[in-house]
């Protein structure tokens, strides 16, 4: 059993514990053979900036829920997975999506997205599901169905970048927050990562609805439902790469460029 690691080991990126049986994937790591229902909806701009942080600013009204149904993803395994986005900018820097609400049906993409990218991931049951003419997205969280989404089966053909147009919800900025062991400040960061090796190899839209429902420990209800407008249904492929920090909190230079991710 040759399982003690070296200090340079221990220093290098990608490097994850337990020593014998690492949790967190390196980079790169593809998602084969995804399928992906998302809901759009118009809220409250009011409601995104309470949940953005300084300075990140919304770019509209609108939110994407992505629930995807992950059927081949390397080190991972088959999961689901729910991604709640804004469009949202820091100025100056980069446009792309804020994720306030993530969830997950795997420890490991819990981890991984918590520990890598600043994502707020919790446990979850997002399912997809087919029911004769229509297309249905679920995610229950605590025994709740908090989000109900439905959409015409496979009716009017689309492209990706139909969507990427609401905003581009492929670029993704996250708050990152880790503390030292005596409570001390770690890491304050915004990151970002973009998906890579994007193939799409079918893309639906139509009319959706969106319904939520509150849950003190999966709060979407705060970004409410006040026009409902197209969703998707689509399929493909992505690589996930490295990103990078966006802006260091903690940097007594902020107007310097932040280290890489």
Known sequence: MAWKTSIAEIVKGGFSTPLDAPMVPPFPFTFHD??????????????IEAILPE???PTGDTVMAHIYK????????????????VGAELPGTAVGAYSPYLFLSTDIGVAHGREVHGQPKKFGQPTIEFRGDLIVGKLERN????????????????????LSD?????????????????GRPAIRQLTSRS?????ITECWRGPCTTELRP????????????????GFFWKGAFTLVPGVVLHDYLDPDPSGPGPSD
């Open 166 to 182: 609401i905003f581009p919800f492929a670029t993704n900025i996250n708050l990152k927050v880790v503390d030292h062991i005596d």
């Open 55 to 57: 300075p990140v600013v």
């Open 195 to 199: 998906l890579a090796d994007f193939k």
């Open 215 to 230: 849950n003190a420990q999966a709060p979407i209800h705060h970004l409410p439902v006040r026009e409902m407008l197209d």
């Open 143 to 162: 025994g709740i169905d908090i989000l109900t989404g439905t959409m015409a089966y496979k009716q009017q053909r689309a492209d990706i970048s139909e």
């Open 70 to 85: 992950m059927n081949d993803t390397e080190w991972i395994g088959p999961y689901a997975e729910t991604n709640v986005m």
């Open 34 to 47: 995804v399928e992906v229902m998302t809901l759009v909806w118009r809220t409250d701009i009011a409601a």
